[in-house]
């Protein structure tokens, strides 16, 4: 009965209207085809690592299996969003309905809130690759593997099913125009004309447990690779474990720092175009960086491309992972 209410009530609402970026710009044409590249890029880099972890057994690792988990992600993160603002652009529309900002809200909650513990369980296989690698293939078999991405698809579903409905009660006797280029929690619910302190002071405090979950356990897991390198007195041994995490690290800063200020930090350090630019940054520049991180700065990913590049069909090892 209740879920029926709730359909009801965000069934009947008007539609969202979203002044997106490109109001904000002098060359909106110019911007919506950079925009159009980037997100190309996106798919691109993010689909050929994809494709390269999956038919290169020479990469079946959990490592890469975990680094493909999170380009799948990002394929997804920027497919919820850039494509129906490039399309609006073009079409000259700059509405959403109801539920179509209910199921992007959904969308992007979940996979904002699986990415927060994807790079956790990232950190920690590179800590167990590190700290004990000869127990490695038992502590992250593909069982393993195969529970700790689960959890993360999981408990990201779980945030996207808690924060979407409860967002989406409220009613928006108000204009329901959002200086933001899609359905965002923080920004949809400035539009309410009720009372949400309540409900924002929750949210805030989730997003902090959400936060702090992952970074410890991000913090611990490098806290004893640094401590095994020193001990083992190894140059090389060091120089392999920085490349190896550096790259984690990077997506780790780039991803939590724009989420940090999104979600964790107070309204009086937001203003609509401060928010606007920090979502363009981490919805649509972070796919990219990502596939970049991973790919030009890992040779194992570049010295299997150059092989599927150079050899032809090196598909035939298609080994399930």
């Not at 490109?22 to 590249?37: G, K, T």
């Not at 401060?274 to 030009?296: A, E, G, Q, W």
Request: glycine share 4%; with cysteine.
């Amino acid at each position: 009965m209740k879920n029926m209410k709730w359909v009801a009530n965000y069934t009947g609402q008007s539609d969202f209207i979203l002044v997106g970026i490109f109001s904000q710009s002098n060359h909106p044409a110019l911007l919506c085809v950079v925009i159009f590249v980037v997100f190309l890029m996106a798919l691109t880099g993010n689909g050929v690592l994809i494709l390269l972890i999956h038919f290169d057994a020479h990469i079946h690792s959990p490592m890469y299996f975990f680094i493909s988990q999170l380009s799948l992600m990002d394929v997804m993160y920027i497919s919820v969003t850039v494509p129906k603002m490039l399309i609006d652009q073009v079409m000259g529309i700059n509405k959403i309905s109801a539920s179509a900002c209910v199921m992007q809200m959904f969308l992007y909650v979940t996979l904002a809130g699986s990415e927060f513990f994807f790079l956790a369980a990232m950190a920690y296989d590179r800590y167990v690759a590190i700290c004990y690698p000869l127990r490695y293939p038992v502590l992250m078999s593909h069982k393993v593997c195969f529970l700790l991405a689960s959890g993360c698809w999981f408990l990201g579903s779980v945030d996207g099913f808690m924060l979407t409905p409860i967002t989406m009660t409220f009613p928006f006797c108000r204009s329901q125009e959002t200086h933001h280029f899609f359905c965002e929690v923080p920004t949809v619910i400035k539009l309410s004309c009720s009372d949400t302190s309540l409900y924002e002071a929750v949210m805030c405090l989730c997003c902090v447990l959400m936060f702090l979950i992952p970074v410890t356990v991000i913090s611990s897991s490098y806290f004893f690779i640094l401590l095994t390198i020193h001990r083992m007195n190894s140059a090389e041994g060091w120089k392999k474990a920085c490349v190896i995490c550096s790259s984690h690290m990077t997506v780790v800063i780039l991803f939590y720092g724009a989420a940090l200020y999104t979600y964790i930090l107070p309204n009086s350090y937001h203003t609509p175009e401060k928010d606007m630019v920090v979502s363009v940054f981490y919805t649509i520049l972070i796919p990219v960086l990502n596939s970049l991180i991973y790919s030009l700065r890992n040779k194992d990913v570049l010295g299997s491309l150059k092989k599927i590049l150079n050899v032809g069909p090196a598909f035939e090892e298609n080994i399930k992972y």
